[in-house]
């Protein structure tokens, strides 16, 4: 078998173990028994699997931590994808380092390049680096994208069309014919796509849509769209996130706004709070703890063979739209 294909999921399958055994039989053979670290070298030695790291980490041995870029910590979107990644992670003897870039591209920057001489490569959740930027770093070791698609880098997205869809015809059943799309920041990529998405789906369902923004991705983010557009309401807004929405929604309460029966509001993520906010909010639900363990994993497997892959992983997840109060028949009481 070529060097170049071998990889620690074919050592650990002929010896017998997790592959998390296996690298900590190469990284830390303190932590399994004499007996486990002599079955794991005679089967790597079997398959001639020779650990490789990319250029960046050939100065010394490998750090066992990942970097984990996110936009905004206090969104609580991020919570349950960084668990996803915690947990399995952990289960390949990983720590995580968390790097916050409140949602400044200044210091995102800054965050990543302290961050390279100290983790063995980085989950970017929530970038706003340019692609050139973002394939640079590539260089310098192991990336994995989420909820962004960058051409040479592995990526793992949700399928925004597939909700988008739902969520129309949701509206649509619910006898909705004007939709405005309440954007989130300008740079996200992720916010281009569920408004190309909305625009299609639209059309399919004879709904008129609009597209208003950016603001920030916050409940007063929320707010000051809800303020922009108070004087001339659609029948239902779809938001960028659950935080716009939640901003949109207190807003329109406060002026004297019945909903759903004048305005559906509609948004994306299912954050905890969504399913306990009155009635509970409409949204487009993401399988965060999903999408989390599959970026980590995609990463320690760029990390333990770089060039068992020449070309770059991109996945989609399903995502699925969930009904609750804050949407229904328009002028019903």
């Not at 936009?71 to 380092?97: H, I, K, R, W």
């Not at 192991?142 to 925004?160: E, K, Q």
């Not at 281009?192 to 299609?200: F, I, N, V, Y």
Request: with cysteine; hydrophobic share 40%; charged share 25%.
């Amino acid at each position: 078998m070529a060097d170049d294909r071998v990889t620690i999921y074919d050592v650990a399958k002929a010896a017998g173990v997790a592959p998390s055994t296996v690298s900590r039989a190469f990284s830390r053979p303190g932590r399994v028994s004499a007996a486990t670290h002599a079955k794991v070298m005679a089967s790597a030695k079997a398959l001639d699997y020779r650990t490789t790291a990319p250029a960046t980490q050939e100065r010394g041995v490998r750090h066992q931590r990942l970097g984990i870029e996110i936009a905004d910590l206090t969104n609580p979107y991020f919570a349950e994808l960084v668990s996803g990644m915690q947990e399995a992670a952990q289960e390949q003897d990983f720590l995580l380092l968390l790097l916050d870039t409140v949602e400044d591209v200044d210091r995102e920057r800054a965050s990543l390049e302290s961050a390279l001489d100290v983790v063995d490569g980085i989950v970017l959740s929530g970038t706003r680096l340019s692609d050139a930027t973002l394939n640079h770093l590539s260089k310098r070791l192991p990336v994995v994208v989420l909820n962004r698609r960058v051409a040479g880098l592995d990526s793992v997205t949700p399928d925004y069309e597939h909700g988008m869809g739902q969520a129309m015809a949701h509206l649509a059943e619910n006898g909705i014919r004007t939709v405005t799309y309440v954007a989130g920041p300008v740079n996200s990529w992720s916010d281009g796509e569920r408004w190309r998405a909305a625009r299609t789906a639209a059309r399919s369902h004879d709904l008129l849509v609009h597209r208003h923004g950016p603001f920030a991705p916050t409940i007063a983010g929320g707010e000051q769209a809800f303020e922009d557009l108070r004087e001339k309401l659609p029948h239902a807004v779809v938001c960028y996130n659950d935080l716009v929405a939640f901003g949109f929604l207190v807003a329109a309460l406060r002026a004297g706004v019945k909903i759903p029966a004048e305005l559906s509001i509609m948004g994306h993520d299912d954050i905890p709070l969504s399913r306990y906010l009155g009635g509970g909010l409409t949204t487009v639900v993401t399988p965060k703890r999903a999408q989390g363990s599959a970026a980590i994993e995609r990463l320690i497997r760029r990390i333990e063979n770089p060039s068992a892959h020449r070309t770059p992983v991109e996945g989609s997840l399903p995502v699925r739209l969930v009904p609750r109060g804050t949407t229904g028949p328009r002028g019903q009481a």
